[in-house]
């Protein structure tokens, strides 16, 4: 699955394709230089601010639940996001610290327990949640009530944590998520019986808000397009497994 995540996906998809046109151009072909161009085109755009923060924000969700429905919550759930090899097991990645960081304000304006799922990575010598529990516990001096260390996916992350949660008798929970992984991650938790209230990590990028030095290449801007991808089909596929 990680092989063809890095193929379908920027920049695996784009150097394929530059591969290809190598060929053809090679043999003269007009429509390999033609495609040659169009990959060109495609690897710059992708790579601009422009347009990933325009995919990004076509697929993110814009929530930040009201106050009364934060205190309706009895849970709070922080879903796994990247994390970092260390001589220690691990450390949370930017994506998941950013995560954690907002479960901990939450959990100190409306004292919440907090459930961490994520699980063990091959890159990793301990769970995920292990590591989010540590950096909770010692950098934002919060406690974790659950630990869920076994799902590898969203949707394994929604299901797993319902169950956890639905054993203490909690039937509703605020779910912690990037705002562009929103959309996806509410899709999996459709599938229990778990009430869950979307909290989105980052606002959508603010619509023109951009100016002409978002239009060069950057590395920012081919990872806003990565993810908008990735959860675009991610959520196709979540549909077409429904």
């Not at 969700?61 to 090899?85: C, E, H, M, N, Y």
């Not at 010692?138 to 299901?159: D, H, I, Y």
């Not at 605020?174 to 009430?195: D, G, I, K, N």
Request: proline residues 6%; positive net charge; charged residues 20%.
């Amino acid at each position: 699955m990680d092989l063809v995540k890095s193929l379908i996906l920027p920049p695996g998809v784009l150097v394929l394709l530059l591969v290809l046109c190598w060929f053809l151009t090679a043999k003269g072909s007009r429509p390999g230089r033609l495609l040659l161009a169009g990959v060109i085109l495609m690897f710059w755009a992708l790579s601009s601010p422009l347009m990933g923060g325009t995919l990004l924000r076509a697929v993110s969700v814009d929530a930040q639940p009201s106050k009364d429905k934060l205190r309706s919550a009895a849970a709070i759930i922080v879903l796994g996001g990247t994390f970092d090899a260390a001589e220690d097991g691990g450390v949370p990645g930017a994506l998941t610290l950013e995560r954690l960081a907002k479960a901990a304000t939450l959990h100190r304006a409306h004292d919440l327990p907090i459930l961490v799922t994520a699980g063990q990575l091959k890159h990793m010598t301990e769970p995920g949640a292990a590591i989010m529990e540590r950096s909770l516990r010692e950098v934002f001096g919060v406690p974790v009530r659950w630990q869920e260390a076994s799902a590898m996916n969203t949707r394994e992350n929604a299901l797993e944590a319902a169950k956890t949660l639905q054993n203490a008798e909690i039937s509703r929970a605020l779910v912690v998520t990037h705002s562009w992984h929103l959309r996806r991650a509410m899709l999996a938790f459709e599938t229990t019986q778990l009430e869950v209230i979307p909290v989105g990590v980052h606002p959508m990028p603010p619509a023109g808000a951009f100016g002409w030095r978002d239009i060069l290449p950057t590395l920012a801007g081919l990872e806003a397009s990565y993810y908008a991808l990735y959860e675009t089909l991610g959520f196709i596929w979540y549909r077409i497994r429904r």
